[in-house]
T-cell receptor
């Protein structure tokens, strides 16, 4: 039982490049989330998916897209990375109490 | 406009003593509150929660207190241990989906 897994763990991009962050959970949760965490700030919700086939914007969705591929997997895509997207990205799943993956550290140069 | 505030960026406590972490909120619609613990280079880990119908919830060394009239919650850790050194986040929810997070308090347990 791995819980929530994320890949990659670390990534360096140049401005304008694209990438997809992958997330999978094996807890049979309907709801999944993508957050970003910046220094001195709490986690901010980018997008969430209440169930397979649905996605909704969170607090900071600009510059991101998501895909709920199936019940287990929820991916986050940066189409054209910007330095302001340098952050640590966390995926989570669950309702009420959320369970988190280990994070992806993204540096955009 | 921060709906959930943790006003102390850091807190230093002697090993064996009580650690008290505080959190204030502004939205009276919040009905579920959680505390998470985070170590460097790891994801947040759920610690303890409380529903707005309660004013206290206890789990081993961890107790969360909720004062709805003051819109304030606190996490007590007794006794504090070196492994408790981490960043603690409080979060609040008024629905099943979106958690609103505080900025975190870094707890340092001194030997």
């Amino acid at each position: 039982n791995a819980g929530v897994t994320q890949t990659p763990k670390f990534q360096v991009l140049k401005t304008g490049q694209s990438m997809t962050l992958q997330c999978a959970q094996d807890m049979n949760h309907n709801s999944m989330y993508w957050y970003r965490q910046d220094p001195g700030m709490g986690l901010r919700l980018i997008y969430y998916s209440a169930s397979e086939g649905t996605t909704d914007k969170g607090e900071v969705p600009n510059g991101y897209n998501v895909s709920r591929l199936n019940k287990r997997e929820f991916s986050l895509r940066l189409e054209s990375a910007a330095p302001s997207q340098t952050s640590v990205y966390f995926c989570a799943s669950g309702v009420g109490t959320q369970y988190f993956g280990p994070g992806t550290r993204l540096l955009v140069l | 406009d921060q709906q959930v505030k943790q006003n102390s960026p850091s807190l230093s406590v002697q090993e064996g003593r009580i650690s008290i972490l505080n959190c204030d909120y502004t939205n009276s619609m919040f009905d579920y509150f959680l505390w998470y613990k985070k170590y460097p280079a790891e994801g947040p880990t759920f610690l303890i929660s409380i529903s707005s119908i309660k004013d206290k919830n206890e789990d081993g060394r961890f107790t969360v207190f909720l004062n709805k009239s003051a819109k304030h919650l606190s996490l007590h850790i007794v006794p504090s241990q070196p492994g408790d050194s981490a960043v603690y986040f409080c979060a609040a929810s008024s629905s099943n989906y979106q958690l609103i997070w505080g900025a975190g308090t870094k707890l340092i347990i001194k030997p």
